[in-house]
T-cell receptor, first 114, second 109 residues
């Protein structure tokens, strides 16, 4: 059990560019969640997957955001045409069937849009 | 709709003193309630959780929390804080984890 791994840890990009974040959950965990955290706020739910199926999406997830989990293992979160308002920490978390609704979080990927 | 309110944005406490962080929630059914701690550069770490049963819940690092349905509260307490407890603390209501805005705890010598 190596925990939830997120890459890259920090990404600096110019407005209008596309960025992609990767999350590798704990290997036996079938549910994977994405959250966004801005400065001074608590994390906000974006979306979650059970295996490869994306089961729920927040209204925060605009058309520029897309998340995938193609084989039910790792997941990617892509942001197209980034805006300065996208600057935030993007957190991934996972949980297994025996997890009793307790999420294990990664350290996050910090996005800075210039 | 579910929501979580942490009324205190910032708390300063002396090392060795007691600490209480407030959390109020709004939820349509019996809630899943959580407290997480976040230190700079670290991921969110679960301190404790409440799903059902005994309303006084013990967690890691000497923390406890009490679920009070009549007050819709789930306050976090620690009898004697250590300098290493300086961090940001988040209350959350599940199962999709809606978080409060957090309380920043500063510990002074």
């Amino acid at each position: 059990d190596t925990g939830v791994s997120q890459n890259p840890r920090h990404k600096i990009t110019k407005r209008g560019q596309n960025v992609t974040f990767r999350c590798d959950p704990i290997s036996e965990h079938n549910r994977l969640y994405w959250y966004r955290q801005t400065l001074g706020q608590g994390p906000e739910f974006l979306t979650y997957f059970q295996n490869e199926a994306q089961l729920e999406k927040s209204r925060l997830l605009s058309d520029r955001f897309s998340a995938e989990r193609p084989k039910g293992s790792f997941s990617t979160l892509e942001i197209q045409r980034t805006e300065q308002g996208d600057s935030a920490m993007y957190l991934c978390a996972s949980i297994g069937t025996a997890g009793a609704n307790v999420l294990t979080f990664g350290a996050g990927s910090r996005l800075t849009v210039l | 709709a579910q929501s979580v309110t942490q009324p205190d944005i910032h708390i300063t406490v002396s090392e060795g003193a007691s600490l209480e962080l407030r959390c109020n929630y709004s939820y349509g059914a019996t809630p899943y309630l959580f407290w997480y701690v976040q230190s700079p550069g670290q991921g969110l770490q679960l301190l404790l959780k409440y799903f059902s049963g005994d309303t006084l819940v013990q967690g890691i690092k000497g923390f406890e929390a009490e679920f009070k349905r009549s007050q819709s509260s789930f306050n976090l307490r620690k009898p004697s804080v250590h300098w290493s407890d300086a961090a940001e603390y988040f209350c959350a209501v599940g199962p999709l984890l809606q978080f409060g805005a957090g309380t920043q705890v500063v510990v002074t010598p």
